[in-house]
């Protein structure tokens, strides 16, 4: 073989072997198919151009370019073909730890909307501001530091007291300790357990009113039967059948009830105008001053006769001793 032909091959082997360090190696697309995207933000923080670009976390690019244009900051992401973006898919910054890097990460957008095609810009959602939420915990825990500093002798006293408390807990001292020293409270806890263990087996074997109120199906067939009833009756009522049906569907009971109540009330009013025999009882006095005076010529008679009783019988004696 030529020496031309070895240096060709050997030149042509080194240099596909140095596309394929620049592809895994150094992440420069070689023969990865691409295409690129933009989107826009008014900052972008700490993110620089080679970092990763993810779709719902999975890497599938990187930040080609990163420009000011018009007051904006360009983004142009480089993103692998076949990467299912779509045209509503959203563009944000996040980080993959608090002071990590930073990336772009796209939402796979909705199911109806189209894939975005190559040089298509991408809506963004402007990221939170890294430094200004380090700034709001240092002030928390400054704030903190201070209410502990200010009050640290009520926090010791705290402290002390809770440790007193605990130990005298310990120790089975207090209401506490009780609780958690004596065995009686779990003793009768344990009782009592069982005992509603033995009730929940009586009423699983169908033992007992409340058993056999669970397992008896005779009551639940009397209840259906009522309901039956009820819905029977409550029918015949709605088609008028039977007194209370009628009682609620015919008016004449109505017509009636308002009838006599009109003659009734008409009646009141000639009583209390004093129209009638009933009407001049009620109002006119004569008949009770009449009433009254018949009263006490009967109480005089009645005196009268007893005053006369002996002389009568007298005469009447005398009067049997002449006939005989």
């Known amino acids: 073989m030529k020496t031309e032909v070895k240096v060709g091959i050997f030149f042509v082997v080194a240099l596909v072997i140095l596309l394929i360090i620049f592809e895994f190696i150094a992440g420069i697309p070689i023969f990865t198919k691409e295409y690129s995207l933009k989107t826009y933000f008014k900052s972008v923080g700490e993110l620089k151009e080679g970092n990763p670009v993810k779709l719902s976390g999975v890497e599938v690019g990187k930040i080609s370019k ?13 993103v692998k073909k076949g990467t299912p973006v779509k045209n509503d898919s959203l563009a944000t910054i996040k980080l993959t730890s608090l002071l990590g890097t930073s990336y772009i990460n796209l ?120 309901m039956a009833n009820l819905g029977q009756l409550a029918k015949r009522l709605n088609s008028a059948e039977g007194t209370f049906g009628k009682l609620l569907k015919d008016d004449t009971l109505y017509n009636q009830a308002t009838e006599a109540a009109t003659n009734l009330n008409s009646i009141l009013k000639r009583i209390d105008r004093g129209e009638g025999t009933i009407g001049k009882l009620v109002t006119d006095d004569s008949l009770y001053y009449d009433a009254k005076d018949a009263v006490k010529k009967v109480e005089k008679a009645v005196d009268t006769q007893e005053d006369l009783a002996p002389l009568t019988t007298i005469g009447t004696a005398f009067g049997i001793l002449t006939v005989f």
């Not at 990163?66 to 480089?78: F, M, P, R, S």
């Not at 200010?150 to 807990?169: P, Q, R, Y």
């Open 66 to 78: 990163i420009k000011i244009v018009d007051g904006k900051i360009e983004v142009t992401l480089k």
């Open 107 to 226: 939402a796979f957008g909705s199911p109806e909307s189209p894939l975005a095609q190559p040089g298509s810009v991408l809506q963004s959602q402007e990221p939170a501001d890294v430094s200004e939420i380090l700034a709001k915990v240092e002030s928390t825990v400054s704030s903190i530091e201070s209410v502990f500093s200010d009050n640290s002798e009520k926090i010791s006293s705290i402290l002390n007291g809770l440790d007193t408390v605990l130990g005298g807990a310990a120790r089975g001292e207090g209401t506490l300790g009780k609780l958690i020293k004596d065995d009686s409270l779990y003793n009768e806890a344990r009782d009592t357990l069982a005992n509603l263990n033995e009730i929940s087996e009586d009423i699983k074997q169908g033992r007992g009113t409340l058993g056999k109120l669970v397992k008896d199906e005779s009551l639940y067939n009397e209840t259906k039967e009522t």
